[in-house]
T-cell receptor, first 113, second 112 residues
Framework: DAKTTQPNSMESNEEEPVHLPCNHS???????IHWYRQLPSQGPEYVIH???SNVNNRMASLAIAEDRKSSTLILHRATLRDAAVYYC??????????????FGPGTSLSVIP | KAGVTQTPRYLIKTRGQQVTLSCSPI?????VSWYQQTPGQGLQFLFE???????NKGNFPGRFSGRQFSNSRSEMNVSTLELGDSALYLC???????????FGPGTRLTVL
């Protein structure tokens, strides 16, 4: 099973951009990079995913390295509500896929007012 | 569209008992996955069901089992509870299995 590594924790000041890194050196060609976050006392929620090209949505941006061995989740302006544990995971998006989903320990993001 | 619902939200049991947790996926979703979350081990995959069939299973003992009904609702059962089974049990659904998963709020199980 392909695995990811992330820093245990990061801090950011409110209203500043945050770059959350993820390494996935054993990624396979069909693996999509997914990001989830888990706010305190809640289940994880989907943030963004991508395959090769950088992706943007209303929550965040995902920058994927050219060799796909690493990626960065970018929160453009951190708010206090963004304080959460962020998980980077690899998922096979094929319709016939039923892989085990492996969550690492994630990165605990603290946002300082 | 209603989200994933899990019942009960909180549960207290004693060692040796068994417990059944329920998950109702988002309407139209046929895949349901279960996870255990503890402070020490983080989020761990238990199993995934699709169209009433278990398609994948994590590394948990046979005391952990599950099933899925024809309406995609799923239950998981833990028999002979141990103190270490105290955890947040999360259910997630998706249309077919791969890709984005939608998580419920979880069931907090405490084993005394």
């Amino acid at each position: 099973d392909a695995k990811t590594t992330q820093p245990n924790s990061m801090e950011s000041n409110e209203e500043e951009p945050v770059h959350l890194p993820c390494n996935h050196s054993t990624i396979s060609g069909t693996d999509y990079i997914h990001w989830y976050r888990q706010l305190p006392s809640q289940g994880p929620e989907y943030v963004i995913h991508g395959l090769t090209s950088n992706v943007n949505n209303r929550m965040a941006s995902l920058a994927i390295a050219e060799d796909r061995k690493s990626s960065t989740l970018i929160l453009h302006r951190a708010t206090l509500r963004d304080a959460a544990v962020y998980y980077c995971i690899l998922r096979d998006n094929l319709e016939t896929s039923y892989d085990k989903v492996i969550f690492g320990p994630g990165t605990s993001l603290s946002v300082i007012p | 569209k209603a989200g994933v619902t899990q019942t009960p939200r909180y549960l207290i049991k004693t060692r040796g008992q068994q417990v059944t947790l329920s998950c109702s996926p988002i309407s139209g979703h046929r895949s349901v996955s279960w996870y255990q979350q503890t402070p020490g081990q983080g989020l761990q995959f238990l199993f995934e069901y699709f169209s009433e069939t278990q398609r994948n299973k994590g590394n948990f003992p046979g005391r952990f089992s599950g099933r899925q009904f024809s309406n995609s609702r799923s239950e998981m059962n833990v028999s002979t509870l141990e103190l270490g089974d105290s955890a947040l049990y999360l259910c997630a659904s998706s249309p077919r299995g791969g890709g984005e998963q939608f998580f419920g709020p979880g069931t907090r199980l405490t084993v005394l």
